[in-house]
T-cell receptor
Framework: ETGVTQTPRHLVMGMTNKKSLKCEQH?????MYWYKQSAKKPLELMFV???????ENNSVPSRFSPECPNSSHLFLHLHTLQPEDSALYLC??????????FGPGTRLTVL | TQLLEQSPQFLSIQEGENLTVYCNSS?????LQWYRQEPGEGPVLLVT?????EVKKLKRLTFQFGDARKDSSLHITAAQPGDTGLYLC??????????FGSGTKLNVKP
């Protein structure tokens, strides 16, 4: 399998649930990213991992918790989310600054 | 305030027409990328421009980077329905200083 994969593709959860999003890249890249994409808003960078260390978290609420166990895998752990957190969550990876390769995203709905 | 402003926000044209979309900033970027995103999918990288004044062509798509490396344009010749999508520009300085514009939503009608 090649490219960047994300699972699940769709997720519906209640505000008290705990769930995790998974991202995997097979491109040999050394940086991975989580983005949030809401309707009518530009892509918002949430977390960046470079060489498995978190570089920036951009003041994301603590109900979002990232984990990067190795250079190929990235997780986003979710707990006690709010309805306004409903969005498309995109994972990306890169080798060089700028040229990011995105996964298909997880469409999250918080009830 | 958006670091990267894209215009127009929406564009609906007939198949065969030409179009240009713009990406403007007051900041200088070390590189700038263009992506296309289709509904329910992640953005797909189209091109990277690095040098001021650079012009790159990808079939019917022509990308230009401004001389001062603050702005860019994407021109599509003879648009086709398959060109429909959200076009995003992005620029940055390093891994954690990377920004996307809000995009131009293009609809090409058959």
């Amino acid at each position: 399998e090649t490219g960047v994969t994300q699972t699940p593709r769709h997720l519906v959860m209640g505000m008290t649930n705990k769930k995790s999003l998974k991202c995997e890249q097979h491109l040999g890249h050394n940086a991975m990213y989580w983005y949030k994409q809401s309707a009518k808003k530009p892509l918002e960078l949430m977390f960046v991992y470079s060489l498995e260390e978190r570089v920036e978290n951009n003041s994301v609420p603590s109900r979002f918790s990232p984990e990067c166990p190795n250079s190929s895998h990235l997780f986003l752990h979710l707990h006690t989310l709010q309805p306004e957190d409903s969005a498309l969550y995109l994972c990306a990876s890169s080798l060089a600054v700028g040229e990011q390769f995105f996964g298909p995203g997880t469409r999250l709905t918080v009830l | 305030t958006q670091l990267l402003e894209q215009s127009p926000q929406f564009l609906s044209i007939q198949e065969g027409e030409n179009l240009t979309v713009y990406c403007n900033s007051s900041s200088v970027f070390s590189s700038l990328q263009w992506y296309r995103q289709e509904p329910g999918e992640g953005p797909v990288l189209l091109v990277t421009v690095v040098t001021g004044g650079e012009v790159k062509k990808l079939k019917r798509l022509t990308f230009q980077f401004g001389d001062a490396r603050k702005d860019s344009s994407l021109h599509i010749t003879a648009a086709q329905p398959g060109d429909t999508g959200l076009y995003l520009c992005a620029g940055g300085y390093n891994f954690n200083k990377f920004y996307f514009g809000s995009g131009t939503k293009l609809n090409v009608k058959p």
